[in-house]
Nanobody, 115 residues
Framework: QVQLVESGGGLVQPGGSLRLSCTTSGFTFAFYSMYWYRQSPGDEREMVAKITWDGKTTYADSVKGRFTISRDNAKNTLVLEMKNLKHEDTSVYFC?????????WGQGTQVTVSS
């Protein structure tokens, strides 16, 4: 079955960096677009970044120039590099893909930006 497992979250000071990873299994990773979303308590889940099967990327305006999404098809892994983190980046970050009309989500990883 499809599995997505996020890792790499934690506590970081404003201006710091974190690298999130999403290890996947159960599907042909290289064939599908992959997404990072985030959700804070009381807020709707928002898309942070997207990467297509052929490497095209899209970012939310709030993270452009600070976050970089990438994929390693040999390792079936999705990565989100986050730099110059801000308080408002504090959230639970989720890995996502959409396969044959169904959304798949990981369990999420907490990112907290605080001094």
């Amino acid at each position: 079955q499809v599995q997505l497992v996020e890792s790499g979250g934690g506590l970081v000071q404003p201006g710091g960096s974190l690298r999130l990873s999403c290890t996947t299994s159960g599907f042909t990773f290289a064939f599908y677009s992959m997404y990072w979303y985030r959700q804070s308590p009381g807020d709707e889940r928002e898309m942070v970044a997207k990467i297509t099967w052929d490497g095209k990327t899209t970012y939310a305006d709030s993270v452009k120039g600070r976050f970089t999404i990438s994929r390693d098809n040999a390792k079936n892994t999705l990565v989100l590099e986050m730099k110059n983190l801000k308080h408002e980046d504090t959230s639970v970050y989720f890995c996502n893909t959409f396969i044959e009309t169904k959304d798949y989500w990981g369990q999420g990883t907490q990112v907290t930006v605080s001094s």
